[in-house]
């Protein structure tokens, strides 16, 4: 198999099963009549019923009644997304509306704050101004205070995932277990990548905002008075 090889939970959609640890064993007559009642019942969770008609599914349903006295509902797997959809969408927009509006939120007091610092500091930039400071170079030194900024802010973010997945190793949760770089997997690196772009463009946002107020200052001794 290869490396971090899964499947998506059949009823949780978003939930990843890894194999990285998974021992695999042919299940035929024997290994059944063999196995623990435990594995049996865990085994009746997970079945998935192919080629099959809705008869012969509720017959199925009274065998595992009358044998264990349990009453299993079988749902096809159109059924199954569509419950998750209705569910699991729905937060999903809740979460990413949220998201947007505290994201926007951020942007705009960050924008304020930036804003503010430039009302408070407006002789310290005329100074340098006047002494040869250029706009370009003023540019520079915003991009790179908050290019700083936001590195710390992903630096913090990765060791937070990484984290996370090394807490699978420590739990010895073989089922979540992935290997990588750092053991972060493919949509790990993505997520990052996310936030970086979000954090490059919030970056310019307020670098250029900052930028156009100073540039609004006339730049002369009237201003020091």
């Known amino acids: ?5 899964y499947h998506s939970n059949f009823y949780a959609l978003s939930s990843k099963q890894y194999y990285n640890f998974s021992v695999i064993l042919p299940v035929n007559e024997e290994f059944i009549n063999n196995s623990s009642i435990d594995l049996q019942l865990n085994g009746l969770f997970d079945i998935i019923l192919l080629q ?12 595992i009644q009358d044998n264990l006295g349990l009453k299993f509902n079988f749902y096809t797997q159109q059924e199954n997304y569509d419950y998750f959809n ?15 509006i505290l994201l926007l939120i951020v942007t705009c007091l960050s ?13 310290d930039f005329t100074i340098n101004l006047l002494v040869g400071l250029s706009y370009s170079k003023l540019r520079k030194i915003f991009y790179g205070y908050y290019g700083i900024l936001f590195f710390i802010n992903l630096i913090v973010l990765f060791f937070i995932t990484a984290y996370s997945r090394y807490g699978n190793w420590l739990r010895k949760d073989a089922s979540f277990v992935t290997y990588g770089l750092f053991g972060l997997v493919g949509m790990d690196w993505f997520a990052l990548l996310v936030v970086l772009i979000s954090d490059i463009i919030i970056g310019i946002i307020i670098v250029e905002i900052m930028l156009w107020r100073i540039k609004k200052v006339p730049i002369s001794l009237g201003v020091l008075q």
């Open 1 to 5: 198999m290869k490396q971090n090889e």
């Open 52 to 63: 099959t008609s809705k008869d012969k599914i509720e017959d199925l349903s009274k065998v």
């Open 86 to 100: 209705e569910y699991y969408f729905s937060s999903l927009k809740i979460i990413a509306i949220v998201t947007t």
């Open 111 to 123: 924008v304020w704050s930036s804003l503010v610092s430039i009302r408070l500091m407006i002789k």
